[in-house]
């Protein structure tokens, strides 16, 4: 894929189809969103139906860490207008994007009604494309749930080494995350 790398941000915040709204706030919205801008990269945003993403309030349960992108966000035209016009998962195609981050989704991830994200999900990683999963109150990606971890699935030849590389940066924000709050 040439030209500017590109992620996608799918969130969930509907009832309808099997989709569960399970309280997606700007909190958990915010960060990665300008983490991704920084690469720098585009950002695109999507719900399953488009349209006005209506959050659960504001800035929900924001911890400090977060709270300097909470208040970028709510000051930043840009990302309130990527927010109040998000797009379609129908509108999606994984090819224009490198990644994909998917927050708030309860249920199966891999259900089959036809608006929740998993045919997208699934497109994205048979790309060999990365999918972060931040799941809602009761996502079914395995067995035993999500946790409070962090899951990386692959299945590719690259799969080790990029999944090494994730997990020395998750490791690396997590403990600088622990100091900053310690």
């Not at 399970?22 to 690469?39: D, M, N, R, T």
């Not at 209506?54 to 309130?80: C, I, K, N, Y």
């Not at 497109?123 to 972060?132: I, M, Q, R």
């Amino acid at each position: 894929m040439d030209g500017p790398i590109r992620f996608l941000i799918i969130i969930a915040v509907e009832d309808s189809d099997g989709i569960s709204n399970s309280g997606v706030w700007i909190p958990k919205i915010a960060p990665p969103y300008y983490l991704f801008k920084e690469v720098p990269a585009e950002v695109a945003l999507a719900t399953p139906s488009g349209g006005f993403a209506a959050l659960l309030g504001q800035t929900g349960h924001g911890s400090s860490d977060r709270e300097p992108f909470v208040r970028r966000f709510l000051s930043d035209r840009e990302a309130r207008d990527d927010l109040a016009d998000t797009l379609s998962l129908g509108q999606i195609v994984a090819d224009d994007f490198d990644a994909a981050f998917c927050v708030g989704f309860s249920g199966s991830v891999w259900g089959t009604h036809s608006r929740g994200p998993g045919p997208l999900i699934k497109t994205f990683l048979e790309d060999g494309k990365p999918v972060a999963i931040i799941p809602g109150q009761q996502l079914e990606i395995a067995p035993e749930g999500a946790g409070p971890g962090l899951l990386i699935i692959g299945d590719s030849d690259q799969s080790p080494v990029l999944a090494a590389h994730a997990l020395v940066k998750v490791v690396v924000e997590r403990r600088e995350l622990m100091a900053r709050s310690a």
